[in-house]
T-cell receptor, first 109, second 112 residues
């Protein structure tokens, strides 16, 4: 069965303090790994899709990387507006996304 | 380009009632997926619709059912509501040929 585990569950950062979020997965036949950002009470906002080990994608202060067992979301010099829950999901056989529990990030000024 | 929209934004029902949630997919997208997100957890896949047919289903009972219309919009129906059905219900649209799904703002359902 496909599984996704995110760590840590919560992360408190000072503004400018870079950090990384981890997404470990087990799957047979990965078709894609996805990162989303979710603000309280709102729907997930798409950030990145990664398809194969070694792939990297960047957007502003965020950079996502992928290996055969895990993905990292690096947040460089975060700002308070980067505070959100970051969700990782995988897609294998079938059409569903399997999500992890998310990492809640709080960036204090 | 119009994003995914959902209605209503909030809903309060009592146990045993039935509810219908609605979703309009992003312009050009032909596939709609529904997810249930309990507080503090990641979304759980309910089912997906493509060409007005169910195209995959998660571990949800038959009282969760859906429809897709020719314009690709969709409905999620839940019968015999239970307290545990209280959650944020998310709709996501995509192209059947692509992997990435784009989510709407969600409908918050509270069952009393």
């Amino acid at each position: 069965e496909d599984q996704v585990t995110q760590s840590p569950e919560a992360l408190r950062l000072q503004e400018g303090e870079s950090s990384s979020l981890n997404c470990s997965y087990t799957v047979s036949g990965l078709r894609g790994l996805f990162w989303y950002r979710q603000d309280p009470g709102k729907g997930p906002e798409f950030l990145f899709t990664l398809y194969s080990a070694g792939e990297e994608k960047e957007k502003e202060r965020l950079k996502a990387t992928l290996t055969k067992k895990e993905s990292f979301l690096h947040i460089t010099a975060p700002k308070p507006e980067d505070s959100a829950t970051y969700l990782c999901a995988i897609k294998a056989a079938g059409n569903k996304l399997t999500f992890g529990g998310g990492t809640r990030v709080l960036v204090k000024p | 380009e119009t994003g995914v929209t959902q209605s209503p934004t909030h809903l309060i029902k009592t146990r045993g009632q039935q509810v219908t949630l609605r979703c309009s997919s992003q312009s050009g997208h032909n596939t709609v997926s529904w997810y249930q997100q309990a507080l503090g957890q990641g979304p759980q896949f309910i089912f997906q619709y493509y060409r007005e047919e169910e195209n995959g289903r998660g571990n949800f009972p038959p009282r969760f059912s859906g429809l897709q219309f020719p314009n690709y919009s969709s409905e999620l129906n839940v019968n015999a509501l239970e307290l545990d059905d209280s959650a944020l219900y998310l709709c996501a649209s995509s192209l059947v040929s692509e992997e990435t799904q784009y989510f709407g703002p969600g409908t918050r359902l509270l069952v009393l």
